[in-house]
């Protein structure tokens, strides 16, 4: 089986495992994501993974569970919202992404160019993106415009 393919099932409870092998699979799957973001931005996003590793140090296979809950959640509300034709920059989508951005926060900084470039990760990072079109296939485009909307427009991001 595709590892993307377990770990949606897995995060998803579709898939019992035992948690030798969950936790494994987040270490590998983590491992892959750095190995991406070290090749597209270089080595300051080391920063951003030490601190998301302090800030899960003490976490549980539940607490990782009910994160992924949180996120499939919040996922589909942006689902809805764009189904019935919210554009990325309106309120409604950036109110939705202000609390994505709160879900990051908690796990590691991001500033309004970190943030930013999210936006990017989401549709070209070959695991993210299947990861929000599990929840619904034009998701990921529509997800990739609103953050970097709400990087702009309300971390007050500059592009130049």
């Known amino acids: 089986m595709d590892t993307l ?21 987040l270490a590998e799957g983590r491992a892959r994501l750095r190995e991406d973001l070290v090749s597209r931005y270089g080595g300051e996003v080391e920063d951003h993974f030490g601190a998301a590793k302090r800030a899960t140090a003490g976490w549980s296979r539940e607490d990782y569970e009910q994160a992924a809950a949180d996120a499939r959640e919040l996922l589909t509300r942006m689902s809805q919202a764009r189904s019935r034709g919210v554009s990325p920059g309106d309120d409604e989508a950036l109110d939705l992404v202000a609390d994505h951005h709160r879900g990051v926060l908690v796990l590691r900084p991001a500033d309004s160019a970190a943030y930013h470039a999210l936006g990017e990760v989401l549709v070209d990072n070959s695991e993210q993106r299947p990861l929000v ?12 415009a609103a953050i970097k909307a709400y990087a702009i427009c309300r971390l007050g991001h500059n592009q130049a």
């Open 133 to 144: 079109a599990a929840i619904d296939p034009q998701l990921p485009a529509w997800l990739s």
């Open 5 to 25: 393919d377990r770990t949606i099932e897995v995060l998803g409870g579709e898939c019992p495992v035992g948690d030798e092998e969950f936790f494994a699979g």
